[in-house]
């Protein structure tokens, strides 16, 4: 039997799960395992498990299933959520999402290592595996939830607007909320709907918006649209714990890219291509591909993506104004690399800037000095910064 296993989320890898099922799974034929989404990464090269889960594309849980329709026999959507029920509804929403959902067997395994673990069957094929699979991953089966369309849409005669209401499950209070990868606002309740009219978010229920992080989302003053429909929402951290892995965190950074390190010193020439990451440190991995150096804008994007990089061996010039929302824990900086603290507001004017002025309005720029360029930044960004942090 040729078995897909699809990978979701850091937290089944950092607590172990993701490589006991991998051996499980593998009692019952051949196993090809793939992260779907991208905030597992990081977790995987933590686990030094590359080599096992495939981590080369960037593809949604979904699209990782319909490709595996085509040669899997049996496909397996591994998740942990907060709870049991919010892991249940991220499942169907997935399942919900598939063009031919009855092509293939689809199982989804839940939260393997908790109490509350179970096997869900996503499509009626899934019921000719459930008893062999509930065997070798000593869990029960449970009945799958029925899809609840989250999304609601309504036209406004009088205004002509088009109104999207979309509903967001398993939300905790007091957590974040993340509209494609940016903080827009704070949980209050459980119960949480985001409203925008004709593209433009008007209100959270059940929430409260933060202004900053919508001037981000729509980006600034080219107000910029999103189809809310159709965007990336979570909540809570981007990473909830830590890799529990014996073997995790055997990260030698400068060893996986010799040569490219930016270092700062008297007479560095050395050449590099410098690429910018301004709040999208869910794209990091894309961003930073062939990179040597990286411009991080804004507290968080700066902690998560040069968090990323530092396993990838790339130093980063972070540009921050102590606006942060602590949505990870526990991260690392290469050293090599410096973090500018400018006046509160700062940081997206200067990484605005540094794009325009020193990147001539690109995401990355090939440039003949690296240290030649971090002093560009520090003269760009010297009237606001309040202090300078090398690592």
């Known amino acids: ?85 919010t892991g249940r509804i991220f499942g169907s929403k997935v399942a919900s999402r598939l063009k031919e959902p009855e092509k293939k067997p689809l199982v989804q395994i839940e939260s393997p290592g908790c109490p509350f673990g179970k096997l869900i069957p996503l499509n009626k094929k899934a019921g000719n595996c459930i008893e062999k699979l509930s065997k070798v991953l000593e869990l029960s089966a ?23 209401i979309r509903e967001v499950s398993g939300v905790l209070p007091g957590e974040n909320i993340f509209v494609n990868g940016i903080i827009i606002g704070k949980a209050l309740s459980s119960e949480i709907r985001i ?7 008007t209100a959270i229920k059940g929430g409260e918006i933060k202004d900053h992080g919508l001037e981000k989302l729509h980006n600034y003053e080219k107000r910029d649209p999103v189809d809310l429909a159709r965007a990336w929402i979570k909540s809570g951290e981007i990473r909830r714990i830590g890799s529990l892995l014996p073997e995790a965190r055997k990260l030698n950074a400068s060893a996986r890219k010799s040569g490219s390190t930016f270092r700062a ?6 050449p590099g291509k410098v690429v910018l990451i301004d709040h999208a440190a869910e794209n990091t991995y894309e961003l930073a591909a062939g990179a040597d150096l990286a411009v991080t804008v804004g507290d968080d994007t700066t902690a ?10 790339i130093p980063i010039i972070g540009i921050t104004d102590g606006d942060c929302d602590n949505i990870t824990c526990g991260t690392n ?10 006046e509160p507001g700062r940081d997206d004017i200067v990484g605005r800037r540094v794009k325009q002025e020193l990147l001539k309005g690109q995401n990355s720029a090939v440039f003949e000095s690296l240290f030649a360029f971090r002093e560009k930044v520090l003269k ?12």
């Open 142 to 164: 449970e009945t799958p939830l029925l899809f609840h369309n989250s999304v609601c849409l309504k036209n406004n005669p009088k205004t002509g607007k088009t109104r999207i």
């Open 380 to 391: 760009l960004a010297e009237l606001s910064i309040e202090n300078v942090f090398e690592y």
């Open 195 to 201: 409203i925008s009219e004709n593209g433009f978010i």
């Open 265 to 270: 010193g008297a007479g560095n020439v050395v």
């Open 1 to 85: 039997m040729k078995i897909s296993l699809v990978i979701h989320g850091p937290e089944v890898i950092d607590s172990g799960e993701a490589k006991i099922v991998l051996e499980k799974l593998s009692l019952l034929g051949e196993v090809k395992a793939e992260l779907g989404g991208t905030m597992g990464k990081t977790a995987v090269l933590d686990a030094g498990l590359e080599k096992v889960i495939d981590i080369t594309r960037h593809l949604k849980p979904s699209v990782c299933i319909e490709y595996s329709f085509e040669t899997a026999d049996l496909i397996c959507l591994l998740n942990r959520g907060k709870t049991f029920e």
């Open 304 to 313: 998560i993506a040069g968090d990323i990089l530092y396993r990838l061996g």
């Open 333 to 342: 900086t290469l050293p090599g690399s410096v973090i500018l603290r400018l």
